[in-house]
């Protein structure tokens, strides 16, 4: 046997024989996490009641301001509802939720993609984005809503964003507390 290292190439080369031990841990308290939430079904079941209210919301409020694209059929799609603005005003609706604390997606030219994910959002957290949305493109709108405004809608960070990126913020500190124990 030669005591040369010689690596495979491509991806292969950096492929380990064993998973760390960090990466073990973090996938023992991320699965902790979802048995604590009920497990996939149940998130599931939460993520479909969640988008259905979402959508229900929008187009009773806002079907003349936002089209929803995704798929209608809550087999079709995830959490994600895909917007577009009829009055081009995408950027505008983006950068005034991202400064009120909101996080969602932007796919130009004209698309904001919002996700209520089950596992930290609640239906609060979908009424409280609406009540911002309308704000936004209802002239005149003031809410009524005592989360709505800058410093308190700032302070909460509602995460209505992409289930990867903000999840791996959110679960991040459940994850090190878990570790810890």
Known sequence: MSHN????????????????????????????????AGGVLALRSKSEKLTGYLEM?????????INIFTPRNPADRGCQLSLTFPAGNMMEVFSKLCEAGVICDERKPDVIRVAPTPLYNSYADVWELVEQLKTILIPGYTSRSPAIGVTTWTKRHKFMGLGVGVAVIAAAAMIIGKVRR
Do not use: K, T, W
């Open 5 to 36: 290292f010689i690596p495979s190439p491509g991806a292969q080369g950096y492929m380990l024989s064993n998973p760390s031990v960090l990466c073990c841990a973090a996938l023992r308290a991320s699965l902790d996490v979802f048995e604590e």
């Open 57 to 65: 919301l929008l187009e009773d409020h806002l079907s003349q301001y």
